[in-house]
């Protein structure tokens, strides 16, 4: 009775069902090709064909490995914490931070993205008359003024200015007029609100003209900056510095990154694709890469609902200042483990082999000898 409580106990401890699957694993597959060899070559000889037969498959599935970062590999990329920086509009939002290379972005004398979209707007109907931004034909133009025109249109559709007339039917059916300019205002302040990262998303286009404040930054859209923005969140949370309950307490603002290696131009060509792998191949060292997540506490007044009421839209709270989180990239060992993992088990298989022919040299001679004798 007491060696089936045993039995029993070691069925269900996690440690030694795994051992024992490993260990199962190793009798039936190699430990089966092993007996099969060695009963028609003999041990010694068997165990060197079998053994330099499992570190040839070894090298050649960890060189798969090596090729796509996959199977038994090491640490994936991540973004590490450098410092978290506090600073106001006057004084600027990274006058603080110790990182010289945030130093350069002055993020604080960028226009907003609706002052961006505005000025864009009022240029396109400059040149175009009053119907450039709806209805205007654009069959002669070059294919890089239709590409301006089309994302200044979209922008000015995105982010625009909103008024009670630019309101689509959809959206004031069944509203009475107060409800209407009420929806108006709303739509106008939601446009206001508007981050670069947000209309870099839609109409990169427009931001080329402000490289100067960013210093040799770059601004990120929000579908860049998903997995820096992840990670930003997650350092802000963990930091004792804030007291953040949840997300809904700030809002984030834009995202920017600098250094690494330089990706492709802008409407690339084949030989920019081809340059652009032949270069990165050929960078052996990999460039420091630094990223920035800038968020703003919203007021307290925006973000209490009561119950059964829509949810009020967070609204930053201007006296609050700038919160920057600066990170740098980790590029990780994604693809050393498994290089390694290649580069021993050609070894051993090469040292096997060496062993074999030497002894096959050494059979052979003593074959030789005997036949002569």
């Known amino acids: 009775m007491e060696m089936l409580d045993i039995i029993a106990g070691l069925a269900w401890d996690p440690e030694f069902r795994g051992f024992m699957a490993v260990l199962t694993g190793l009798v039936v597959l190699p430990g089966s090709v092993w007996l099969l060899?060695?009963?028609?070559?003999?041990p010694r000889l068997g165990t060197l064909i079998s053994l330099a037969a499992f570190f040839g498959w070894m090298t050649i599935m960890a060189t798969v490995w090596w090729m796509y970062g996959i199977g038994y590999a090491g640490d994936s990329p991540v973004w590490e914490e450098v410092e978290i920086v506090e600073g106001?509009?006057?004084?600027?939002?990274?006058?603080?931070?110790?990182?010289?290379?945030?130093?350069?972005?002055?993020?604080?004398?960028?226009?907003?993205?609706?002052?961006?979209?505005?000025?864009?707007?009022?240029a396109l109907v400059d040149q175009y008359g009053?119907?450039?931004?709806?209805?205007?034909?654009?069959?002669?133009?070059?294919?890089?003024e239709t590409a301006r025109v089309t994302e200044v249109q979209v922008a000015w559709q995105e982010y625009?200015?909103?008024?009670?007339?630019?309101?689509?039917?959809?959206?004031?059916?069944?509203?009475?007029?107060?409800?209407?300019?009420?929806?108006?205002?709303?739509?106008?302040?939601?446009?206001?609100?508007?981050?670069?990262?947000?209309?870099?998303?839609v109409a990169p286009g427009l931001l080329a003209?402000?490289?100067?404040?960013?210093?040799?930054?770059?601004?990120?859209?929000?579908?860049?900056?998903?997995?820096?923005?992840?990670?930003a969140l997650a350092m802000l949370f963990d930091s004792s510095k804030f007291d953040f309950a949840s997300q809904g307490e700030f809002k984030v603002l834009d995202a920017y990154t600098i250094g690494g290696k330089r990706g492709l131009p802008d409407d690339p060509d084949r030989w920019d694709r081809i340059s652009t792998q032949v270069r990165t191949a050929l960078t052996i060292k990999h460039p420091t890469r630094y990223g920035i997540i800038q968020i703003q506490r919203v007021t307290e007044e925006s973000i209490?609902?009561?119950?059964?009421?829509?949810?009020?839209r967070p609204e930053i709270d201007v006296t609050e200042?700038?919160?920057?989180?600066?990170?740098?990239?980790?590029?990780?060992?994604?693809?050393?483990?498994?290089?390694?993992?290649?580069?021993?088990?050609?070894?051993?298989?090469?040292?096997?082999?060496?062993?074999?022919?030497?002894?096959?040299?050494?059979?052979?001679?003593?074959?030789?000898?005997?036949?002569?004798?």
């Open 304 to 312: 209490t609902n009561l119950p059964g009421q829509t949810p009020k």
């Open 209 to 231: 003209e402000d490289a100067a404040e960013l210093g040799g930054w770059t601004l990120l859209s929000t579908a860049e900056a998903g997995e820096a923005q992840a990670s």
């Open 88 to 122: 106001s509009d006057s004084e600027g939002h990274l006058a603080f931070a110790a990182l010289d290379e945030a130093n350069r972005l002055h993020s604080e004398d960028l226009p907003s993205a609706h002052q961006v979209v505005r000025a864009a707007a009022d």
């Open 37 to 42: 060899v060695a009963t028609n070559s003999g």
């Open 321 to 373: 200042p700038v919160v920057s989180i600066v990170m740098i990239r980790n590029l990780g060992n994604l693809r050393l483990v498994p290089a390694l993992i290649a580069i021993g088990s050609l070894l051993i298989f090469l040292g096997l082999c060496y062993m074999m022919h030497e002894r096959d040299k050494l059979v052979m001679a003593r074959r030789a000898a005997f036949e002569a004798g």
């Open 130 to 144: 009053s119907n450039a931004l709806t209805t205007l034909n654009t069959s002669g133009f070059s294919a890089a």
């Open 160 to 201: 625009g200015v909103v008024t009670a007339d630019t309101l689509t039917p959809d959206q004031t059916e069944g509203l009475s007029t107060d409800e209407v300019d009420q929806l108006a205002l709303d739509e106008q302040a939601k446009n206001q609100a508007t981050t670069l990262s947000e209309l870099a998303a």
